[in-house]
């Protein structure tokens, strides 16, 4: 299996003798979601001598333009087409679908895989004219969370034109099911990856005892992480911490991420619940290993998840896990195993399972737990191997 090197590809290697794929996102592929990195995985660590990609993003330029070797990391052998698309029902739209199916002929294009609600829609209509073995998937990446009514109708409506749904996790294929009547056939799991190398469990280093005396305390820190917005569960986070404080008056808080919307609230709250000494709003970051090293366990309140990468750097990391059980969190946590799993909006029972997690003399095991199901479930080289497997049946 290939794993963790740039796309090389040998002049002499016949192009026609590998199964080409296009990649079609409504977002940048720069940006930091999950998708993109799940995009930039599925890009950089399949075998090049077997597969092909090119890359189109829906926001990309204010005219159609064809870049190579221009992605945000380094990939070669990749070629990345900026397209600017604001509407489905714009010219911009019309443009794209007609670039794009010229382009699928050009290229004699097997798999087209599309990302989000715009290129979901422009997949399902790209003419494939007499070339029948061409397949379009449909990536599912979260549980229909759309602005767009308009959207996810049309997405719903041309469902039948797509030969395979893929997602994450279980739970994003049974709402596809029931919400867009897909047959269950369609259905296949393909998990996120999680870098094992890079996010591993590590002894503390003096950069995380200084985190450490930043915050007045030698034990029980917990983090999350997650943009600031309503979808995380923050306000319940909050709520549920001021009731862990009556109980473990030295446990901390880090919350790490950026705002998208809510800071301003999640301070009045911190003010208004007295957890200004408890509660730690470290902004956006790029050095999670660290900031993990340093910490207990990690806990998420979100209302809605697909199969949160936050989580899978956790686990990777050894670290214990307190989660809703909502989207594929129950497919990262195994209840009293590696963490505890909490019904979403009921802060009492999020502040019970971190309580319960505290009253555990030693989280060695927990530990060891969350790093075996991030080996085990969620390395490149596993997922690879299911993507290897999902193209074989796909024909």
Partial sequence: MFVGKSLMTNPKDSVAAKRKILIITDTRLSALGGSENHIRFLVSHMDPLEYVFYVAELQGADMLKVVSDVLPIEIEGVSLIKLNVKRIYGFGALKAWWYLSRFIHKKQIDVVFSFHEKADIINALLWCGKNKKIRKVSSRRDMGICPSPLLLWLRRYLGYKYDAITAPCQAILSQ??????????????????????????????????????????????????????????????????????RVVPHAQLLIVGE?????????????????????????????????????????????????????????????????????????????????????????????????????????DTFSAQSRQIAVKKFSPDQICLEYVDFLKRLG
């Fill in 176 to 245: 596809t099911e029931k919400a867009d009547n897909i047959s269950p056939h369609k259905m296949h799991v393909i998990r996120n990856s999680v870098d094992v190398e890079k996010f591993k469990p590590q002894s503390y280093s003096d950069h995380t005892d200084l985190l450490r005396n930043d915050l007045q305390t030698t034990r029980f820190i917990g983090v999350s992480v997650g943009n600031l917005k309503a979808v995380k569960g923050y306000s319940d986070l909050l709520d549920a911490f001021s009731e862990v404080v």
């Fill in 259 to 363: 705002d998208n919307g809510s800071e301003l609230s999640i301070r009045q709250q911190i003010n208004h619940l007295d957890l200004v000494a408890s509660v730690n709003l470290y902004g956006k970051s790029t050095d999670l290993p660290t900031i993990f090293a340093g910490c207990d366990y990690m806990v998420c309140s979100s209302l809605s998840e697909g199969l949160s990468n936050a989580l899978l750097e956790g686990i990777a990391s050894g670290l214990p896990i307190i989660a809703t059980d909502v989207g594929g969190n129950n497919e990262i946590v195994d209840d009293g195993q590696n963490g505890f799993l909490c019904q979403p909006k009921k802060p009492l029972d999020i502040a019970k399972k971190i309580i319960k997690l505290y009253e555990i003399i030693n989280l």
